[in-house]
């Protein structure tokens, strides 16, 4: 029964494309860019046998989650230098509320491993789930974008793509849009502040380490030291993206995503504060990963105690992919280190979801903590 609604909403949201999930908050006035980056950059090169089928992903990937005791060969070696053209596609959306305080602070805001820039941008019952409309209701700018490699954003073998090349993009995108780039109408903002979510947290917390100036405050939500890589690595039932849909044919071996509703549940939301509905819009609008990626986290610089700005980290309690499956206990540290230069440092709790805060059932009063706390810090 649950099956069969499963199988009629998935139909319902699977729509051709992924820009057929466009939506632009009608409290917003959006503008779509597509901006190029140039990229020089030092990155680890893959050094292992490439897989072809699902059966050498899930070999690659219990290789990749022995214990290191195993001595097994590490699969990248480098560092080595990268250089490459992108076009990254994003949105810029300001507040068409009259008279805000808060239009000329601009979030920039960084998505995970499994989502595009639609993560803030939910079509889903977005008086719910919409970041972005929900901050802009409070008189916010935001610009999201799609990361390398996925959405309408440029691709890269996902034997390539990986961290460091996305921390440059980052500090190029938060370059320009300190200096009215890409902010339609507004111009040069006040503010700029660093918001990510996940993977976009860790580069925002990396962009913020080598360049500490990049931004005036930072909102890092899904952002947490608990990693044991080999047990993610096996907790997110990696197969090959191109097989299990036509839309990322164009995509190399190297492109990964979990196999289906449930390894999303399990690594991304927690019962009972998700709706079935919201899981399966979530599902439907999942965007695959590259499995370095995933590899090159551990190897980014955190210590970001050179920054001087407000930072925010916000966790569900019950995040199993940062965590460990709870966060009270193991986010104080060492995120207040990374963090010692940070004026008005806090980290918070988000009771009871899981790793997507965005598509939890009180995700709005977590959006609020959000508001409330640059508002606080005079953002
Ligand atoms: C690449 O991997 C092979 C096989 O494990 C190893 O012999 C070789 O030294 C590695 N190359 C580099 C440059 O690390
Ligand atoms: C972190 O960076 C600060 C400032 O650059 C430096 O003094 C400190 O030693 C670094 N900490 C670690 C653990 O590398
Ligand atoms: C919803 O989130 C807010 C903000 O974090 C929190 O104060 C409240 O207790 C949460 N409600 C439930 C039912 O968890």
């Given at each position: 029964m649950y099956f069969t609604l499963a199988i009629s909403l998935l139909l319902q949201f699977c729509?051709?494309?992924?820009?057929?999930?466009r939506y632009f908050p009608p409290n917003g006035n959006c503008v779509d860019y597509d901006i190029l980056v140039s990229i020089s950059t030092e990155v680890a090169t893959w050094n292992a046998t490439k897989w072809n089928d699902d059966f050498g992903v899930v070999d690659f990937v219990s290789f990749a989650a022995t214990r290191t005791s195993a001595g097994l060969p590490p699969p990248i070696t480098g560092p080595s230098l990268f250089e490459g053209q992108f076009t990254i596609a994003a949105t810029f959306c300001s507040p068409?509320?009259?008279?805000?305080?808060?239009?000329?602070t601009v979030l920039l805001a960084t998505h995970g491993l499994g989502?595009?820039?639609?993560y803030w941008n939910s079509q889903y019952q977005p008086e719910d789930y919409n970041f972005a409309q929900y901050i802009l209701n409070k008189g916010y700018s935001i610009f999201f974008y799609d990361r390398l490699?996925?959405?309408a954003s440029s691709s890269l073998s996902g034997f390539v793509n990986q961290a460091s090349i996305q921390v440059e993009i980052l500090r190029q995108l938060a370059d320009f849009i300190r200096h009215g780039k890409y902010t339609d109408h507004l111009g040069v903002p006040d503010h700029v502040v660093l918001l990510g979510h996940s993977f976009g947290s860790f580069i925002s917390t990396a962009l913020l380490a080598g360049a500490?100036?990049?931004?005036?405050a930072a909102i890092l939500?899904?952002?947490?030291?608990?990693?044991d890589s080999a047990v993610q690595i096996e907790s997110l039932?990696?197969?090959?993206a191109s097989a299990q849909d036509q839309k990322w044919a164009?995509?190399?071996?190297g492109y990964l995503t979990w196999n289906d509703i449930f390894g999303n549940i399990n690594n991304f939301l927690k019962a009972p504060t998700y709706t079935f509905g919201a899981a399966v819009y979530s599902e439907a609008s999942k965007a695959p990963i590259g499995v370095l990626e995933v590899l090159s986290i551990?190897?980014?610089?955190?210590?970001?105690?050179r920054f001087r700005g407000p930072t925010l980290v916000m966790n569900g309690e019950?995040?199993?992919?940062?965590?460990?499956?709870?966060?009270p206990g193991v986010m104080e540290e060492p995120a207040t280190t990374f963090f010692?230069?940070?004026?008005?440092f806090r980290t918070y709790i988000q009771p009871q979801?899981?790793?997507?805060?965005?598509?939890?059932?009180?995700a709005t009063a977590g959006y609020e903590v959000i508001a409330n706390y640059l508002h606080e810090h005079g953002l």
């Open positions: 729509l051709p494309t992924a820009t057929a999930y068409n509320v009259k008279a805000s305080p808060h239009h000329k989502f595009d820039r639609g490699g996925v959405g500490p100036t990049s931004a005036d939500t899904g952002l947490g030291f608990s990693l039932n990696l197969r090959m164009h995509l190399d071996a551990q190897s980014l610089n955190f210590n970001a105690t019950f995040d199993f992919l940062v965590c460990g499956g709870f966060c010692s230069g940070s004026k008005g979801a899981g790793h997507a805060l965005n598509f939890h059932q009180n």
